[in-house]
Nanobody
C-alpha cells in the first residue's frame, strides 16, 4: 500500500486548506476496517496525532484543532480528507495520514505553511 497525501500549500492565517490522502494498492476490504489518522510533524519534533476517524466514520481531534479541522473518509475511494479552517501559524507542518494500528509505510506527506 502506498499513501499519497496532497493538498498542502501556503496560506495566510485564517485561511483554509483541504488535505487528501489516498491509499493506492489496497483493496476495499483492507482499507475500510482501518482506523485512519492524520498526523503532522515539524522539524526536530515527533509526529503528532491530529485527528482520527474510525471504520464507522466517528472522528476525534486533538484539542488544538477542535472546531477548526474536520476529518472524513470515503472507503470506496480509499481516501481520507482533512478540512482545515481558520489556520494558524502553529498549524504549519508536514501532514501525513496512516492507519493507527498496523500502519502502512509512511508516504512523503504534504507541507502546510501558514504565514502572513
Amino acid at each position: 500500500v502506498q499513501l499519497q497525501a496532497s493538498g498542502g500549500g501556503l496560506v495566510h492565517p485564517g485561511g483554509s486548506l483541504r488535505l487528501s490522502c489516498s491509499a493506492s494498492g489496497s483493496i476495499f476490504s483492507v482499507f475500510a476496517p482501518k482506523h485512519m489518522a492524520w498526523y503532522r510533524q515539524t522539524p526536530g519534533n515527533q509526529r503528532e496525532l491530529v485527528a482520527t476517524i474510525d471504520s464507522d466514520r466517528r472522528p476525534s481531534y486533538t484539542d488544538s484543532v477542535k472546531d477548526r479541522f474536520t476529518i472524513s473518509r470515503d472507503n470506496s475511494r480509499k481516501t481520507v480528507w482533512l478540512q482545515m479552517n481558520n489556520l494558524k501559524p502553529e498549524d504549519s507542518a508536514v501532514y501525513y495520514c496512516n492507519a493507527i494500528t498496523e500502519p502502512w509505510p509512511w508516504g512523503k506527506g504534504t507541507q502546510v505553511t501558514v504565514s502572513s
